[in-house]
């Protein structure tokens, strides 16, 4: 089981990003998903977060600013970013509770993305 960040890159303050984390793998269930992100001499600290119920919390940084959802067709998880502010500069991780199919039994453990950088600069 692994999952795949993409979607981070430079963009413009007052943009928009939309970041992704696509499970492979036997996964059957999707249980809660956590957006964390560093910042260049930082602590990792925790951006939103959504259970498997559609229930979500969010930093005050980024409250109305930033969705989390999950796409459980696709098993993939996304965070929306909009109106970006160069203080969001930083690499972003997915953390997801999955289940899977590991060697004939179901295993739920945390798996985390690789990390994905976004800048926002002009």
Partial sequence: VQLQASGGGLVQPGGSL??????SGNVISINAVDWFRQ???KERELVAHITSGGST???DS?????TIFIDNVKNTLYLQMN???PEDTAVY??????????AGSVVFD???GQGTLVTVSS
């Fill in 57 to 59: 919390n969010y930093a």
């Fill in 83 to 85: 109106s970006l502010k």
């Fill in 18 to 23: 939309r970041l992704s984390c696509a499970a």
């Fill in 110 to 112: 945390d798996y985390w």
């Fill in 39 to 41: 910042a260049p001499g």
């Fill in 93 to 102: 991780y997915c953390k997801a509770d999955l289940g899977a199919v590991v």
């Fill in 62 to 66: 980024v409250k109305g600013r930033f």
